[in-house]
Each structure stands twice: as C-alpha cells, then as structure tokens.
C-alpha cells in the first residue's frame, strides 16, 4: 500500500494494511516513523524518488513479502476493532456519569 499524502498518515487504510501484514510505503508523517521505522512492515520515504524505488523494491521483492506476511502477527492492535469498541465502551460510561453526576448537582 502507498500512502503519499504528506500532512496525515493515520488514515484506517493504513491501520489496516498494517494489520494485514500488508507492506506500506508512506513519507515520514504522523505515526509512521513509529510503525514503519525498522523497516519490517514497509518502508519510510522522503521524496518522490524514493517512494518510487521503495514501490520497485517491494514489488520486486514480491514473493519474499508474501512469505514474511504469512508470518507477521497482526501489527497495531492498539488500533484493533477491539480497541476501537473498548474506547468507545470506556466513554460511553464516562459520560454516562458525568450525566448522571449532572442531574445530582441540579436536584441538590
């Protein structure tokens, strides 16, 4: 996956290609240093140039991808559907209670 935006890479495609196992290539933005950094799940670029050696190299590298995705456990579960369902349970509650700590205030 290509991501050439240079203002946001946190788009959920790249969330889910990273989960994937799916190889990215995206510029030095956002979270990407920290989750393609070492180089194990795409690659950081920093101009054209390199974006488009970085899209040779991997798809030239094709079959050595496939093999190491096969064996890479899903990447970024903080960002998971179970993160995402537990961060919303979490602030649900919270306003549940500030509600309900709300409606206190104005009987009292």
Do not use: H, Y
């Not at 054209?48 to 995705?69: C, L, N």
Request: charged share 25%; aromatic share 6%.
């Amino acid at each position: 996956m290509v991501v050439n935006g240079r203002t946001d890479c946190s788009p959920w495609p790249l969330f889910d290609a990273l989960r994937a196992g799916v190889p990215v290539i995206a510029p030095r933005v956002g979270w990407t240093p920290q989750w393609l950094g070492d180089g194990e799940r795409g690659r950081l670029v920093d101009d054209v140039a390199a974006m488009a050696q970085a899209i040779d190299e991997i798809v030239g590298q094709r079959d050595a991808w496939q093999k190491r995705r096969q064996q890479m456990p899903p990447q970024c579960p903080e960002f998971g559907m179970r993160a995402w369902l537990d961060a919303n349970l979490r602030l649900a509650a919270e306003l549940a209670e500030r509600q309900a700590e709300d409606k206190q205030r104005a009987v009292a």
